[in-house]
């Protein structure tokens, strides 16, 4: 049981260029989720999905898009990478009965 | 709306008791807490639904008022592990998403 997985753990971009991020879980959870965390500063959702072929809009939205194609596997994409979009990257996963997220440990972004 | 945490920060010595409050202006369904350590992904601590209960984890504990739509976090007799920031996220309905606090930064000194 791997619990929540994120690919890759460390990225460096440049302004302009696209990419995608990959979230997986094994827990057969429903819910997922995308934050942001800067240096020195909490979590900021940035989309989410409560089921297979969802996905919703959180806090800070812009410049991102999602897919969840699969159950299991939620990716966030970014078309035109922004210095401003520097940041760890985090996933988690939750079932649909009221419980904690799982995190996933992380991706480390820098858009030069 | 982005809950409020207080205090922003706390210092510690080893021993010593902490409280850490979160509130929202809106009413909640349930309260999450989280403790992050520097580098790496929050772990989820404990969850509070409405009813008030008061739940514990090793010797953490959190209430839940609804009422007053406020959450506590209490950690007794600190240890040098419980340093980390902890985030509160308060949910406002069944299985809605939810935006965390800012974070309270505890440290534990020997």
């Known amino acids: 049981n791997a619990g929540v997985t994120q690919t890759p753990k460390f990225r460096v971009l440049k302004t302009g260029q696209s990419m995608t991020l990959l979230c997986a879980q094994d827990?057969?959870?429903?819910?997922m989720y995308w934050y942001r965390q800067d240096p020195g500063m909490g979590l900021r959702l940035i989309h989410y999905s409560v089921g297979e072929g969802t996905t919703a809009k959180g806090e800070v939205p812009d410049g991102y898009n999602v897919s969840r194609l699969k159950k299991q596997n939620f990716l966030l994409g970014l078309e035109s990478a922004a210095p401003s979009q520097t940041s760890v990257y985090f996933c988690?996963?939750?079932?649909?009965?009221?419980?904690?997220?799982?995190f996933g440990p992380g991706t480390r972004l820098t858009v030069l | 709306q982005q809950p409020v945490q207080s205090p922003q920060a706390v210092i510690l010595r080893e021993g010593e008791d902490a409280v850490i409050n979160c509130s929202s202006s809106k009413a909640l369904y349930s309260v999450h807490w989280y403790r992050q350590k520097h580098g790496e992904a929050p772990v989820f601590l404990m969850i509070l639904l409405k009813g008030g209960e008061q739940k514990g984890h090793e010797k953490i504990s959190a209430s839940f008022n609804e009422k007053k739509q406020q959450s506590s976090l209490y950690l007794t007799a600190s240890q040098l592990s419980y340093s980390g920031t902890y985030f509160c996220g308060p949910t406002l309905n069944y299985g809605q998403n939810f935006v965390f606090g800012p974070g309270t930064r505890l440290s534990v000194l020997p």
């Open positions: 827990m057969n959870h429903e819910y």
């Open positions: 988690a996963s939750s079932p649909w009965t009221p419980t904690g997220w799982s």
